[in-house]
C-alpha cells in the first residue's frame, strides 16, 4: 500500500529513477574521506535503492514520517536496525555514528536553511553532502560574491566548503510535483583550510552586515563600536554582497581585536 505524501512534512516524493541515481552518482569523497552514510528524507525509497545496491550495512536512513518506516524496513533488510525515525534537526549524530559520514537527500523545501546549517555545524563529522533542494536555495548557496543572491547562507558555507551546483531538476520528477524547480548541490570540506577566528563571532559579523545589506559596512557594522581606521577603509566602503569568505574572516578578526 502506498503512502500519500504529507503536506506538513514538505514532502514531494521523488520518482524519476534516472534523477536518482544521478544523485548517487555526485558522491566523490565516500571510501576515501569517509566510510559511513545517511540519507535524509528517503519517502518511497527511489533514491534508496541505488544508494543500498552499492553501499549495503554502510548506509544509515533518517525518515520523520513513521508511515514509511515499514516499507523501508521491509525492502532494505540489511539495514532494517538502521533506519531511523527521527527528525533532521533534532537528530543527534553522534548517537548513530562517531566516525566521519557523508550526508545525502532530497531534503524537505520548508527547512532546507536549516538544514544547510545544520550540515556547516556539524563539518567536523560530515566531509560531504549531496542534497536537493528548492532551486533558489540551492542557488543562493553557491553564488558567488556579486551576485543578486549571494548572502549569509553562501558566505557561511563557502567559509567551510567547497561548493558545486550539479544539476537542476523539473517538477514533474516528483509527486506531488512541487510548485518551484529544484536543484542537486554538492558541498566538499575544505580540509587544508581553517579560519583563523572566533566563528562564532564571525557569524555574528556576516549576520549583521546582510541584515542591512543595502548599507556599506561602514554603516552596518557601526554596532560593534570599534575604532574603524584600523580597518581597511576599502572593505568598509563596500556592501555585504561585494566581499568573499576572506574579507569577512579579515573584518571578523579585526572587529574583534578592536
Known amino acids: 500500500m502506498s503512502i500519500a505524501p504529507k503536506k506538513h512534512f514538505g514532502q514531494h516524493f521523488l520518482r524519476d529513477t534516472h534523477i536518482a541515481e544521478n544523485i548517487c552518482n555526485a558522491l566523490q569523497k565516500i571510501n576515501q574521506s569517509y566510510f559511513e552514510l545517511f540519507e535524509v528524507g528517503p519517502g518511497q525509497g527511489v533514491l534508496t535503492q541505488f544508494l543500498y545496491e552499492r553501499y549495503k550495512e554502510k548506509l544509515h536512513l533518517v525518515e520523520i ?8 524496513q521491509r525492502n532494505y533488510p540489511l539495514i532494517k536496525n538502521q533506519i531511523i525515525q527521527d527528525d533532521i534537526l533534532e537528530i543527534d549524530f553522534k548517537k548513530y555514528c562517531t566516525a566521519p559520514f557523508g550526508v545525502i537527500g532530497n531534503f524537505p523545501y520548508n527547512i532546507s536553511s536549516q538544514i544547510i546549517f545544520k550540515i556547516v555545524e556539524h563539518r567536523e563529522q560530515i566531509p560531504e553532502m549531496v542534497g536537493m533542494f528548492q532551486k533558489e536555495v540551492a542557488q543562493r548557496v553557491c553564488s558567488p560574491p556579486g551576485s543578486k543572491v549571494y548572502g549569509l547562507i553562501s558566505v ?26 529544484s536543484g542537486v548541490i554538492r558541498l566538499s570540506r575544505k580540509e587544508s583550510f581553517h579560519p583563523d577566528c572566533d566563528e562564532s563571532f564571525l557569524l555574528t559579523v556576516i549576520k549583521t552586515a546582510f541584515n542591512q545589506r543595502r548599507k556599506t559596512l561602514r554603516n552596518s557594522l557601526k554596532i560593534f ?3 574603524f581606521p584600523a580597518l581597511d577603509s576599502g572593505i568598509l566602503d563596500k556592501r555585504p554582497e561585494q566581499l568573499g569568505f576572506e574579507q569577512f574572516i579579515y573584518l571578523a578578526k579585526m572587529l574583534k581585536s578592536n
Open 65 to 72: 514520517d513513521k508511515d514509511l518506516i515499514p516499507a523501508l
Open 156 to 181: 557561511w558555507v563557502q567559509t567551510f566548503y567547497e561548493v558545486k551546483y550539479l544539476f537542476t531538476v523539473n517538477e514533474g520528477s516528483f509527486f506531488p510535483p512541487p510548485k518551484v524547480k
Open 225 to 227: 563600536s570599534v575604532n
